[in-house]
Antibody, heavy 118, light 108 residues
């Protein structure tokens, strides 16, 4: 059974940093690209970042490029999102998601909440 | 990249059909058949309902169907059931992923 367990969210001040993690199990982690998707309060889903199975290619939404860094440790079956220079509009629930070859997300984590506030 | 446009809400009685539209552009929905749909209940993880415009993952009831015409994709729920009440999001791949604005489906 595929499982994705998000963690690392919390309360942080504007300008601060936070590192999210997603522990994966139940599939060959290194064979699949992974993404982070977020949902701000009262808003819809927003794709944030993606990384290829090998980790050699990374992609970012314009809203986070230069501030967020996605990475993965295939030996530990773990996905990360390093978030720097956080702003109030980064406040959201962050989900990790497993991508399939048909460019969709077939499994999601339960989400970890991030609040950026002074 | 701008979010795809969905109606804010749709509603129907049990057993009826509802259709949710997802309007994009010739650079996203119109350019690729990589359109997917997600069901999202508050506080839960989103669930993949449709991928590749009209394909259903195993376990998704055949009451859910997807289609596309030009720059507009659609999700139809036939034989609406109480448990279908949720938010639904379309998503298209266009160099990167772009989600729709989301539609609240209410079962009357």
């Amino acid at each position: 059974e595929v499982q994705l367990l998000d963690s690392g969210g919390g309360l942080v001040q504007p300008g601060g940093s936070l590192r999210l993690s997603c522990a994966a199990s139940g599939f060959t982690f290194s064979s699949y690209a992974m993404s982070w998707v977020r949902q701000a309060p009262g808003k819809g889903l927003e794709w944030v970042s993606a990384i290829s199975g090998s980790g050699g290619s990374t992609f970012y939404a314009d809203s986070v490029r230069g501030r967020f860094t996605i990475s993965r440790d295939n030996s530990e079956n773990t996905l990360h999102l390093q978030m720097n220079s956080l702003r109030a509009d980064d406040t959201a629930v962050y989900y990790c998601a497993k991508e399939v070859r048909e460019l969709a997300f077939d499994h999601w984590g339960q989400g970890t909440p991030v609040t950026v506030s002074s | 990249q701008s979010a795809l446009t969905q109606p804010r809400s749709v509603s129907g009685s049990p057993g009826q059909s509802v259709t949710i539209s997802c309007i994009g552009t010739s650079s996203d929905v119109g350019a690729y058949n990589y359109v997917s749909w997600y069901q999202h209940h508050p506080g839960k993880a989103p669930r993949l309902m449709i991928y590749d415009v009209g394909r259903r993952p195993s376990g998704v009831p055949d009451r859910f169907s997807g289609s596309k015409s030009g720059n507009t994709a659609s999700l139809t729920i036939s034989g609406l059931q109480a448990e279908d009440e949720a938010h639904y999001y379309c998503c298209s791949y266009a160099a990167n992923y772009v989600f729709g604005t989301g539609t609240k489906v209410t079962v009357l």
